[in-house]
Nanobody, 123 residues
């Protein structure tokens, strides 16, 4: 069992930056692939970025590539999403998820989810 808690969301102007954190509790955090998804208002949850258990492999959606960076600290059971050059279209609830294996871009792959953190980017 893994419990995930996101933090770091908020209101920011376009062009600004935020860093999201996802703190995990439970066993064997370092064995999980971790990912960030987001759900804009009225839309489905979409993949943002994922990182394998070792941190050596990361995957990022084209829509945020070059602006968002995922990282993890296995010693502290935390995964991060550094977001820069934010745009109004980045406005969404951001969720982190954990999975042992599977197709990392699909939300159905993930066994555990946090409660989400709201990111609002004003123009």
């Amino acid at each position: 069992q893994v419990h995930l808690v996101e933090s770091g969301g908020g209101l920011v102007q376009a062009g600004g930056s935020l860093r999201l954190s996802c703190a995990a509790s439970g066993r064997a955090f370092s064995s999980y692939t971790m990912a960030w998804f987001r759900q804009p208002p009225g839309k489905e949850r979409e993949f943002v970025s994922a990182i394998r258990w070792s941190g050596s492999n990361t995957y990022t959606a084209d829509s945020v590539k070059g602006r968002f960076t995922i990282s993890r600290d296995n010693a502290n059971n935390t995964v991060y999403l550094q977001m820069t050059s934010l745009k109004p279209e980045d406005t969404a609830v951001y969720y982190c998820g954990a999975t042992v294996y599977g197709r990392y871009r699909l939300p159905t792959t993930y066994d555990y989810w946090g409660q989400g953190t709201q990111v609002t980017v004003s123009s």
